[in-house]
């Protein structure tokens, strides 16, 4: 009786390859990679994100997904209205099976609604709001590439664990510098450290010396930096014009990225301590990756260029094992299924579309120690995702 049925199971799965074609629209497989191609995001994510999209649909090019791969990109130009202009765009003319990268929430919350209307899987992998897997949550979203919250807990308990038990705030005063300082003074007083205080500045501002010197003058061994992009830089830049790391007292950046530090170059970031998923040189499987993206564009993926390879990989996968583009089936077998790649160690998908993956705290290596273009970062922990990203809080209510 089990040889009968090993052999009808060996004749389905025949019939089902041979007759794969039928069970895909337009008899391809497209994926939209929304991304910014023109502005304040575009070094992060940007024709990177395509590049790394590329690469994972190259690995399905023998026609293992069950149909060929195109990749479509769209500029969203980190603005919302024009996001929602290219989801359209990708829906409607494209038709489009998925669409990810979506760097920044602003443009990633209302693509993401709009797909789940339009019945499209939709993978973000450059956005940290929280609501993309609670009140926004949707049977056909999965936020791939890293929480805010985990990222701020990442730095807060790893950073306090390393012997940094003093924290000051310098923060970039608008909603993401607010909230990100918020989740992470109260991250670092539960992993034991204290809160000296903050100091906030304008958004943009371009002196920024006197809130530097607050956290200076309160003694505190962390200065953490709530915020983003050139303010994050601005601020490493004149704080190591200052003098102010040494070694009693530290850098840490709530957000920061290995573009940034390219800019700033190692004389003035070493120290600085960052979380991240990925890291382009931490192992044989990433420098694999990184390796094809560099041969493709002349510099190293970030984590959402990494986190775009990965969530296309993984659709891909889960696309091949169903059969069909059908995105209620995709994103039912996407969740059967564990996630370990270049840039999720560790993954698994939760109820509420969270990729729950590991992360990693990495400091600026000395100039000196460097040994080439790109290598900056030394690895001083790896850090479980199911013990930096929040539970479900309640307020995902599938539909």
């Given at each position: 009786?089990?040889?009968?049925?090993?052999?009808?199971?060996?004749?389905?799965?025949?019939?089902?390859?041979?007759?794969?074609?039928?069970?895909?629209?337009?008899?391809?497989i497209?994926?939209?990679?929304?991304?910014?191609?023109?502005?304040?995001?575009?070094?992060?994510?940007?024709?990177?994100?395509?590049?790394?999209?590329?690469?994972?649909?190259?690995?399905?090019?023998?026609?293992?997904?069950g149909?060929?791969?195109?990749?479509?990109?769209v500029?969203?130009?980190?603005?919302?209205?024009?996001?929602?202009?290219?989801?359209?765009r990708?829906?409607e003319?494209?038709?489009?099976?998925?669409?990810?990268?979506?760097?920044?929430?602003?443009?990633?919350i209302?693509?993401?609604?709009?797909?789940?209307?339009?019945?499209?899987v939709?993978?973000?992998?450059?956005?940290?709001?929280?609501?993309?897997?609670?009140e926004?949550?949707?049977?056909?979203?999965?936020?791939?590439?890293?929480?805010?919250?985990?990222?701020?807990?990442?730095?807060?308990?790893?950073?306090?664990?390393?012997?940094g038990d003093?924290?000051?705030?310098?923060?970039?005063?608008?909603?993401?510098?607010?909230?990100?300082?918020?989740?992470?003074?109260?991250?670092?007083?539960q992993?034991?450290?204290?809160?000296?205080?903050?100091?906030?500045?304008?958004?943009?501002?371009?002196?920024?010396?006197?809130?530097?010197?607050?956290?200076?003058?309160?003694?505190?061994?962390?200065?953490?930096?709530?915020?983003?992009?050139?303010?994050?830089?601005?601020?490493?830049?004149?704080?190591?014009?200052?003098?102010?790391?040494?070694?009693?007292?530290?850098?840490?950046?709530?957000?920061?990225?290995?573009?940034?530090?390219?800019?700033?170059?190692?004389?003035?970031?070493?120290?600085?301590?960052?979380?991240?998923?990925?890291?382009?040189?931490?192992?044989?499987?990433?420098?694999?990756?990184?390796?094809?993206?560099?041969?493709?564009?002349?510099?190293?993926?970030?984590?959402?260029?990494?986190?775009?390879?990965?969530?296309?990989?993984?659709?891909?996968?889960?696309?091949?094992?169903?059969?069909?583009?059908?995105?209620?089936?995709?994103a039912?077998?996407?969740?059967?299924?564990p996630?370990?790649?270049?840039?999720?160690?560790?993954?698994?998908?939760?109820?509420?579309?969270?990729?729950?993956?590991?992360?990693f705290?990495?400091?600026?290596?000395?100039?000196?120690?460097?040994?080439?273009?790109?290598?900056?970062?030394?690895?001083?922990?790896?850090?479980?995702?199911?013990?930096?990203?929040?539970?479900?809080?309640?307020?995902?209510?599938?539909?």
């Amino acid at each position: 009786m089990r040889t009968e049925l090993r052999g009808f199971a060996a004749f389905a799965l025949a019939f089902l390859t041979a007759t794969a074609h039928a069970d895909f629209s337009d008899g391809e497989i497209r994926i939209g990679v929304l991304t910014d191609l023109s502005g304040l995001s575009r070094r992060d994510a940007g024709q990177r994100s395509v590049i790394a999209a590329e690469i994972a649909a190259d690995r399905f090019a023998d026609g293992r997904a069950g149909a060929p791969v195109k990749i479509i990109e769209v500029d969203h130009g980190s603005d919302a209205e024009q996001a929602l202009t290219g989801a359209r765009r990708l829906v409607e003319e494209h038709h489009v099976d998925m669409i990810t990268d979506l760097v920044r929430s602003n443009t990633a919350i209302p693509v993401q609604q709009y797909a789940t209307e339009q019945g499209v899987v939709v993978m973000p992998t450059g956005a940290g709001a929280s609501s993309l897997h609670g009140e926004h949550c949707s049977p056909l979203a999965f936020h791939w590439g890293f929480d805010g919250y985990a990222l701020a807990n990442a730095v807060a308990s790893a950073v306090t664990e390393d012997g940094g038990d003093e924290w000051y705030f310098v923060t970039a005063d608008y909603a993401f510098g607010q909230a990100i300082e918020k989740a992470a003074s109260q991250l670092a007083e539960q992993a034991g450290a204290q809160v000296l205080g903050h100091a906030r500045y304008p958004y943009k501002a371009t002196n920024l010396t006197e809130p530097l010197t607050r956290a200076a003058e309160s003694g505190a061994s962390v200065i953490a930096l709530a915020s983003g992009g050139e303010d994050t830089r601005r601020a490493i830049r004149q704080g190591y014009e200052l003098g102010l790391p040494n070694g009693d007292r530290r850098f840490a950046a709530l957000l920061a990225f290995v573009t940034d530090i390219r800019r700033l170059e190692l004389y003035v970031a070493e120290g600085l301590q960052l979380a991240t998923p990925f890291y382009w040189n931490y192992d044989g499987t990433s420098r694999a990756f990184a390796r094809q993206v560099h041969e493709r564009s002349g510099a190293m993926p970030t984590m959402i260029h990494a986190g775009t390879y990965s969530a296309t990989l993984n659709y891909l996968r889960a696309v091949a094992e169903a059969g069909t583009d059908d995105a209620s089936t995709v994103a039912e077998t996407l969740r059967q299924m564990p996630i370990e790649d270049a840039f999720a160690r560790n993954g698994h998908i939760r109820e509420d579309g969270l990729m729950v993956h590991d992360f990693f705290l990495m400091e600026a290596k000395p100039a000196t120690e460097s040994e080439g273009a790109w290598d900056y970062y030394r690895t001083v922990a790896r850090i479980e995702g199911e013990r930096i990203h929040a539970p479900p809080d309640g307020s995902c209510g599938m539909r």
